[in-house]
């Protein structure tokens, strides 16, 4: 398997433009998580999937960000309009099954965005 | 909201030093996970520690439960190069879905 996979890895964007950021979990996982990255407050849970349904989305900063799982095999997270302290790496992550079964999350390997 | 706090935050030693991160929260988590992060990618799980005081060994490190499952320490010995990274503790609810992550330890091993 390819792990999960993230794209755009680098999005360099001007404030105020619209931004989506894509992901595919491992195949057979069925919870999809998204994680923001920063210096200052290190990693945060934005939003969580399970079998494409959300199921907390508490840590969505605000009204600017939203999330979609269409199907099992992609996900996307989109701002707008984005912001400069937007600026971060968006990870993704997958897990076959809830976590106190001692099941590990897979993440990607991030997408660093750089809002001007 | 249940908050963990590692420290130290930043650790730079020689190769061959011996070190202990530490992981603490005044909540109870239902299992433990420490991850390791290189610079461009995402964390990759080390460990994960459920039982009040289990301590485990994944070859030079050791990884320790408190007996509250309040907290948690990692301890390296003879560190190598090979080490540097940011390690992340991650704690569990008892919903068991959704991870809390600490704030890391940046290590640095020098040659």
């Known amino acids: 398997d390819a792990g999960v996979i993230q794209s755009p890895r680098h999005e360099v964007t001007e404030m105020g433009q619209e931004v989506t950021l894509r992901c595919k979990p491992i195949s057979g996982h069925d919870y999809l998580f998204w994680y923001r990255q920063t210096m200052m407050r290190g990693l945060e849970l934005l939003i969580y999937f399970n079998n494409n349904v959300p199921i907390d989305d508490s840590g969505m900063p605000e009204d600017r960000f939203s999330a979609k799982m269409p199907n099992a095999s992609f996900s996307t997270l989109k701002i707008q309009p984005s912001e400069p302290r937007d600026s971060a790496v968006y990870f993704c992550?997958?897990?076959?099954?809830?976590?106190?079964?001692?099941?590990?999350?897979?993440f990607g390997p991030g997408t660093r965005l750089t809002v001007l | 909201t249940q908050l963990l706090e590692q420290s130290p935050q930043f650790l730079s030693i020689q190769e061959g030093e011996n070190l202990t991160v530490y992981c603490n929260s005044s909540?109870?988590?239902?299992?433990l996970q420490w991850y390791r992060q290189e610079p461009g990618e995402g964390p990759v799980l080390l460990v994960t520690?459920?039982?009040?005081?289990e301590v485990k060994k994944l070859k030079r490190l050791t990884f320790q439960f408190g007996d509250a499952r309040k907290d948690s320490s990692l301890h390296i010995t003879a560190a190598q190069t090979g080490d540097t990274g940011l390690y992340l503790c991650?704690?569990?609810?008892?919903?068991?879905?959704?991870?809390?992550f600490g704030g890391g330890t940046r290590l640095m091993v020098k040659p």
């Open positions: 520690v459920v039982t009040g005081g």
């Open positions: 909540s109870v988590f239902s299992s």
């Open positions: 991650a704690g569990a609810g008892d919903a068991g879905n959704m991870l809390t």
């Open positions: 992550a997958s897990s076959l099954a809830p976590l106190s079964s001692y099941n590990e999350q897979f």
